[in-house]
Structures are given as structure tokens and as C-alpha cells.
């Protein structure tokens, strides 16, 4: 230490200010002075209080004495609720208009009244039963599955504004008979819910596509190669169906047909009145208008029986009504 040139007194009155020891500045022989008092931390002494425990009072037992165990009961959500957003909110018919009372979905949905209106109750009568819609026949995913096997067909072929008797403006078609999961139980359903007993529907289903400008004009469907029940399932755009009576124009009956439902026309009303799909610039159910886009029909036929009656009114008006109908045209590569 006296290398430094320093004497041991004055190192050890430096070592002593500095707070390192207890001994006097004139060295360590002599006598102690007390110990200077700590430094102070230049931070707020309101920030050195001392933290809280990180320990947690220990979790109640949510057991109830005696030993029973309590379970969790999901809750069921009440008629005509459905889940949305978090929220259970009330459903609202489709297109968020009140069209009457719901039909439920599935073969053993009701026809909904609220999507047929007549001329006359009179007209009403006499179709009740013979013309009517099933609101939600197929549910959102067997629509869009159905979509799904459709359009690499339809998407090959153009859309036609001539028809070879006139009856269908703006449109492409085909008949397929092989189908995926989903379609095999629509049409199956299809076939319980519309069909008679012992008249099942044709194997062959007809596949209509509708161009937003296209609309099908009033006829009736040839006697030779359709039975006594037409059934068609609507998928994309809704649309409005009219019958009109073949002998009195001023009776007649609409449908709405909404997509994902099911209309049926049996009887009088398949064969005794005309039925059409009206264009976009006519589309109105009552006062309510209906804008027309792209709709996809899937319509089911049976066959014709030996004893089917005559349709009443001018062969012009018929699909099929002559001897010289042309076959469907059929696909290039049929599946």
C-alpha cells in the first residue's frame, strides 16, 4: 500500500469516508466512531411499501356437504330461437318477412299457407292440397352441396333464349340420375314427401337453370311423358310460380317459392291449369315485390299412367303436347 505514496493514515481515513468500516480517519488504532447512517434511495418512499402476497385464498369447494357433485346442464333453446352472434335471437321467416306460420323442415313439414295466395277463395278451395310449398325442405348444407356437384356440369353449357316449343326463355338444363350423398336424400325425401304410393318418381331428375333474364312462359306438361305429380325443390333466387285455369283465365294461384323449398302440383292443379315462372320485371308475390336472379330447379316427374286424363286447353300451351316432341337434350358426357 505504500507503493501509492499514500501513508496507511490516509488510506485508512479514505476506506473509513467511503462507509467501508467503522474505524476513525486517523487509522485503526484508535478509538471507533458510530457508524454513518445508510443512504437514502432518491425513489419515493411510497413505492417501497411492501407488495401484496402473490398467494390466493384458497378456491371454494362448489361441492355442497354430504358428498353429491353438482353437473352442467346446457341449456335448450326455446321454439323458434336460434343461436346468432353470441345471442339467442327469435327466427324470422325467410327473406324477413312475415309470410304466415313456419312449415318446419323436412317430409313431414305442412305446406305453409303463407306462400300461396289465389284469386278467390273459391280457387283456394279447390287447390288446396293440389298446389302447395314447404318452407326449408333441404337445410343450408345440403343446398350448397348440391351446388357444389351442379355447376361443373351446368358451368359447361350456355344459357339458351329459344326453346324448340317455346315455353322457356334463357335457360340451360339437364337430366342427371346419378347423385352424391346429399342428393341421393333430398330426392329421397322428395319421393316420400310428394310422390303417391306405388307412383314413385322418374330415375331421371330434370335439372332446370334459370338465367336471372329468363323466365318459363304458361303450359302444361305432356300427358305422354309425365304423371299425375310434379315436384321441384328451388335452389338460389327465389321466384313466383302462377297457375292459371285453362278454362278460366280469371282463376288463378301463385306461389312463392323461396329457396330450399319444395312445390308440389298434383291433380287439378298439374293438370287443369298452366303454370309459369314469371320474369324478374312481373315478379311480385301480392305487394311484395320478388327480385328474380339465377334459379336452379330440380324437378322431379313420375311416369304417365294408362288412365291419366286429358289436360284442358290449346296443345299449343303444352310442353310435349305434340307427336313431334324432340328428346331432351343431353349432356356430352352424362353422368
Not at 3 to 19: E, V
Not at 169 to 190: D, H, I, M, P, S
Not at 300 to 305: D, F, G, L, Q
Amino acid at each position: 500500500m505504500g507503493g501509492f505514496g499514500l501513508p496507511w493514515g490516509s488510506m485508512g481515513g479514505l476506506w473509513c469516508s467511503l462507509g467501508g468500516c467503522g474505524a476513525p480517519r486517523g487509522g485503526f488504532g484508535g478509538r471507533r466512531s458510530p457508524s454513518p447512517p445508510p443512504l437514502r434511495s432518491a425513489v419515493a418512499p411510497q413505492y417501497h411499501a411492501r407488495r401484496p402476497s402473490s398467494r390466493r385464498a384458497p378456491r371454494q369447494s362448489s361441492r355442497p356437504q354430504g358428498g353429491a357433485v353438482l353437473r352442467r346442464v346446457p341449456l335448450r333453446p326455446a321454439p323458434g330461437m336460434h343461436r346468432a352472434g353470441g345471442l339467442w335471437r327469435r327466427r324470422r321467416p325467410g327473406n324477413g318477412a312475415a309470410l304466415g306460420t313456419g312449415a318446419g323442415t323436412g317430409p313431414g313439414a305442412e305446406a305453409d299457407p303463407g306462400l300461396v295466395r289465389a284469386s278467390s277463395p273459391e280457387v283456394e278451395r279447390r287447390l288446396r292440397g293440389l298446389a302447395s310449398v314447404r318452407r326449408d325442405f333441404l337445410n343450408p348444407g345440403e343446398a350448397a352441396e348440391l351446388l357444389r356437384e351442379l355447376e361443373p356440369v351446368l358451368g359447361r353449357r350456355p344459357y339458351q333464349f329459344d326453346h324448340w316449343d317455346g315455353a322457356i326463355c334463357g335457360y340451360r338444363e339437364t337430366e342427371r340420375g346419378r347423385w352424391g350423398g346429399a342428393g341421393r336424400a333430398v330426392l329421397g325425401r322428395v319421393a316420400a314427401a310428394a310422390f303417391p304410393p306405388g307412383r314413385p318418381p322418374l330415375p331421371l331428375v330434370h335439372v332446370l337453370d334459370l338465367h336471372p333474364r329468363g323466365h318459363v312462359r304458361p303450359h302444361v306438361d305432356s300427358v305422354k311423358f309425365c304423371g299425375c305429380t310434379i315436384a321441384g325443390v328451388s335452389l338460389l333466387s327465389p321466384s313466383v310460380m302462377r297457375l292459371v285455369s285453362c278454362r278460366a283465365p280469371g282463376q288463378w294461384l301463385e306461389l312463392l317459392l323461396e329457396p330450399r323449398s319444395l312445390y308440389v302440383l298434383r291433380g287439378a292443379a298439374r293438370y287443369d291449369f298452366t303454370h309459369e315462372i314469371l320474369q324478374d320485371k312481373e315478379s311480385f308475390f301480392g305487394g311484395r315485390r320478388v327480385p328474380r336472379g339465377r334459379r336452379l330447379a330440380l324437378i322431379c316427374r313420375n311416369a304417365p299412367h294408362d288412365t291419366t286424363p286429358e289436360p284442358v286447353g290449346d296443345s299449343s300451351a303444352f310442353i310435349g303436347g305434340t307427336d313431334t316432341q324432340p328428346p331432351l337434350p343431353q349432356p356430352p358426357n352424362k353422368q
